[in-house]
Structures are given as structure tokens and as C-alpha cells.
């Protein structure tokens, strides 16, 4: 079956724009988890959403990323003002019952 | 706070031969959950093998075993009879008990592997 994809595989942004990340989880997973790898910082996690509930943003290095995840399913990862240390991929995973996590590809942001 | 070593950055392993990838990690809780992924070059994180920390006897997923000591708090990777396409980096990972809230991973620094024909 299809696997976590993510959009777009590679963004180059200037500093000081918008940028939107997309995951679409393994249909019926009720978890997605978004992280991020860094070479300075290994692999950090950033926010986490299950079913209705509220999400745990306990990851989120700055009030200038932000997450919302529509209808239990598609997840957009949002950060505003980029700074040249936001780059990094950004990996989301989907999990069906939060053990095991399937990670998508990733998302490599280049901020210039 | 969970935390997880692996003191290895870098391994070079025969093909054929087996080879132990090293992962301690420090934790207060008494139920958790490690996890071992795979990192090829593409970039994928590939789900490995998991052991729960009540789990009695070592996990096992075909050449892939886990050699958890719960003592030492250690659970070390064991590939058997390596492959070219094993050359990645392989990450150990933790996740909070149930109820913890949510489970996101906490992982190691990451130990390169390389097979060497």
C-alpha cells in the first residue's frame, strides 16, 4: 500500500519567507508525528497529533513554527520568518496505535 | 528526560561478516519502548526491530537481533551475515511509557555503517 508521502522532496527559500511543508499519513493511522534532522542537532521532534485531540507542540524550537493537521489526515508544517537555522529535513511519520512509526521521506529545506 | 547514546559515529563491517551496533540510554521510567531504524542514503527512515522493555526474550527480525541487557541499559544491534545494501546509517531510538502522553522518539546521534565488499 502507499506509504507517508511528503511535499515538496526539496525547498529553497529565501530568509525571512513562509514556507509550508506537506505530509500525507498512511490512511488510517490516527498519529503523525513531525521531526526534524539537523546536522548540528541529530533528529529533534517537533509536534505530535493524535485523533481530536490537542496536538503536543512540546517540540516546536520557536512560536514561528506552527502545525495543523485537517480531518484526522493531511498535515501541513508551517514556518514563518525562515532563519538559515531552520535548514534541515523535515521527516514526518504516521503511526497506527503510536509505537511503531512509518516515516516518509522528508522534506530538505534550504533556507539562502 | 529519556536520553540515548550510540558512541560509535562510524563502522566498517566484511561483508558476509556479522556486526554489533552500540545504544545505551538513561531513563527513569520503568516501561519504554527501543527502536532501531535504518537511514540509507536516500533518506528514508526504515523501521527495523523493537523491544519492549518487559519483553523477556531479545527481539528478532530475520539477520536483525537486539541484545538487550536491561541491567546495563544497552541494547545493541546485531546484524548477521552483512549485505552491500546494509551500508546506512542506523539509528536507536526510545519512546516513553504508555500514557506518557505521546510517543514521540527520542533518538542517538546515528553510528554510519559501511559493508565492505
Known amino acids: 500500500g502507499a506509504g507517508v508521502s511528503q511535499s515538496p522532496s526539496n525547498k529553497v527559500t529565501e530568509k525571512g519567507k513562509d514556507v509550508e511543508l506537506r505530509c500525507d499519513p498512511i490512511?488510517?493511522?490516527?498519529?503523525l508525528y513531525w521531526y526534524r534532522q539537523s546536522l548540528g542537532q541529530g533528529l529533534e521532534f517537533l509536534i505530535y497529533f493524535q485523533g481530536n485531540s490537542a496536538p503536543d507542540k512540546s517540540g516546536l524550537p520557536s512560536d514561528r513554527f506552527s502545525a495543523e493537521r485537517t480531518g484526522g489526515s493531511v498535515s501541513t508544517l508551517t514556518i514563518q520568518r525562515t532563519q538559515q537555522e531552520d535548514s534541515a529535513v523535515y521527516l514526518c511519520?504516521?503511526?497506527?496505535?503510536?509505537?511503531?512509526?512509518?516515516f516518509g521521506p522528508g522534506t530538505r529545506l534550504t533556507v539562502t | 528526560a529519556q536520553k540515548i547514546t550510540q558512541t560509535q559515529p562510524g563502522m566498517f563491517v566484511q561483508e558476509k561478516e556479522a556486526v554489533t551496533l552500540d545504544c545505551t540510554y538513561d531513563t527513569s521510567d520503568q516501561s519504554y519502548g527501543l527502536f532501531w531504524y535504518k537511514q540509507p542514503s536516500s533518506g528514508e527512515m526504515i523501521f527495523l526491530i523493537y523491544?519492549?522493555?518487559?519483553?523477556?526474550q531479545n527481539a528478532t527480525e530475520g539477520r536483525y537481533s537486539l541484545n538487550f541487557q536491561k541491567a546495563r541499559k544497552s541494547a545493541n544491534l546485531v546484524i548477521s551475515a552483512s549485505q552491500l545494501g546494509d551500508s546506512a546509517m542506523y539509528f536507536c531510538?526510545?519512546?516513553?511509557?504508555?500514557?506518557?502522553?505521546?510517543?514521540?522518539?527520542?533518538f542517538g546521534k546515528g553510528t554510519k555503517l559501511s559493508v565492505i565488499p
Open positions: 490512511s488510517g493511522h490516527t498519529a
Open positions: 531510538a526510545m519512546i516513553p511509557p504508555k500514557g506518557a502522553g505521546s510517543y514521540q522518539l527520542t
Open positions: 511519520a504516521s503511526s497506527p496505535a503510536g509505537l511503531e512509526q512509518y
Open positions: 523491544q519492549g522493555s518487559y519483553d523477556e
